[in-house]
């Protein structure tokens, strides 16, 4: 007998968002909301089933993910911002720090939590992440998501 395999579709009809965006570098992080809400939409999501939280910085973005993940109210937690590194290693900790805390934020709660963070080591790199040649990062992030919270639903999450 073959083994029972499971695979989420990529429809999000009838599931709700939060998206968390970085206030910093916003040049660059309102396209990755704008992609994210794009792809969305286009794969059968409501702009009115997506809740968008801006926070200061890429920093404070677990914060607030992890808010919204105390409800019932969202199937996925997409996460945006731009961090590129400096002279110092401040981009390395926070990078490091913010994707951590989104993992346990996700394991603890039970809620998909998509980290579509670009850490960059230039301006350049981080442009070409947030819609041009190397695609947009919030777009392939909230595919992410709607692939997640399905399969969540399929393993019998409440969600």
């Known amino acids: 007998m073959p083994a029972r395999e499971i695979s989420a579709n990529l429809s999000g009809a009838g599931l709700t968002f939060g998206l968390v965006v970085s206030r910093f570098n916003d040049f660059l992080t309102r396209h990755l909301k704008d992609g994210a809400i794009d792809c969305l939409i286009r794969h059968g999501g409501r702009e009115e089933d997506i809740t968008v939280a801006w926070v200061p910085g890429s920093n404070e973005i677990p914060q607030a993910v992890k808010k919204m993940a105390e409800g019932d109210r969202f199937n ?32 603890e709660s039970g809620v998909p939590v998509i980290n579509g963070v670009v850490a960059a080591d230039n301006l350049e790199q981080a442009i070409e992440r947030c819609g041009t040649k190397a695609g947009n990062k919030g777009w392939q992030a909230a595919e992410a998501a709607i692939e997640m919270a399905n399969l969540f639903k399929a393993l019998g999450s409440k969600r």
């Not at 997409?78 to 996700?106: C, D, K, M, P, Y």
């Open 76 to 107: 996925a937690i997409i996460a945006l911002g731009v961090v590129v590194q400096g002279a110092t290693t401040h981009a390395e900790l926070i990078n490091s720090q913010v994707s951590r805390s989104l993992a346990a934020i996700s394991l």
